[in-house]
């Protein structure tokens, strides 16, 4: 499945979540991530995350599609992180 992840964490805790969601998707841009994920990853994700969030103060935001061929991406201003796959 394809994903769009977003996240807001206490000062403290960003580090930490930006290092986590950089295992598993594409940063894009500040606390925005993207990419292709099977349902056992995201689990894992989940779990990770919530052993660095503190569920009071903090959210994790993931909208879902099945392929990302059904999201239309537009950008204005500029790219944070572009998305290129070298071989």
Do not use: P
């Amino acid at each position: 499945m394809y994903i769009i992840l977003v996240y807001d964490v206490g000062q403290k805790r960003t580090g930490k979540m930006l290092k986590l969601c950089r295992k598993y998707l594409n940063w894009i841009q500040n606390s925005v991530f993207e990419g292709e994920i099977t349902e056992v990853k995201l689990k894992e994700l989940y779990h990770r995350a919530s052993e660095i969030m503190d569920e009071e103060e903090d959210s994790l935001i993931v909208f879902k599609s099945r392929d990302s061929k059904w999201l239309e991406k537009e950008i204005v201003g500029k790219e944070r992180s572009s998305i290129d796959t070298m071989l």
